[in-house]
């Protein structure tokens, strides 16, 4: 089953194919993914990159080589490092590669499938023109997108009772 969410064009329309704004459309990569490249090359220490995302508030950092490879380091590969030596490790020895992939258009639970049957938490957002990076998309993308109404123009995050509700009593 398709997610699915409301999207707000300027006009009020759900889309640009001028639909009823009520009307539920299915949710896609580019409706969650995290806008924009932030990359080191492969010798970069671990401890750089970990620097670079916390500088960014970036959860990963793409890896470019001289012959434009690209692989991705997440914040979870940095906290998976940290009992060794984050200065001694790089950013290459790190990196997923091959990386995984998927377009903007593609739907974002068919990317949320993706990062469950490999067992990542981030995907490399791909411009279908030319190939390269366009963004990333996290885990957390997926849930925050799952979770707002993006009809209103706003994120509204969808909040359940109050957590000390839900406090057993000793």
Not at 33 to 62: E, F, K
Not at 101 to 111: K, N
């Amino acid at each position: 089953m398709a997610a699915t969410g409301f999207r707000a064009g300027p006009d009020g329309a759900c889309c640009d194919r001028g639909h009823d704004p009520s009307m539920k459309v299915a949710l896609t990569v580019a409706d969650a993914l995290t806008q924009g490249v932030i990359g080191c090359p492969p010798r970069t220490s671990l401890r750089s990159a970990a620097r670079l995302m916390a500088d960014h508030d970036a959860q990963a950092v793409y890896v470019i080589d001289e012959a434009s490879r690209w692989g991705l380091v997440s914040d979870l590969d940095i906290a998976a490092a940290a009992a060794g030596d984050l200065d001694a490790r790089t950013a290459g020895d790190s990196a997923v590669k091959p990386l995984l992939t998927v377009s903007g258009d593609q739907l974002l639970t068919v990317a949320a499938a993706l990062m469950a049957r490999t067992s990542v938490t981030h995907l490399a957002v791909l411009d279908e023109a030319n190939r390269h990076p366009i963004g990333v998309l996290s885990a957390i993308d997926v849930g925050r997108a799952l979770s707002r109404d993006v009809a209103l123009g706003r994120e509204q995050v969808v909040r359940d009772e109050p957590f000390a509700a839900a406090a057993v009593a000793p």
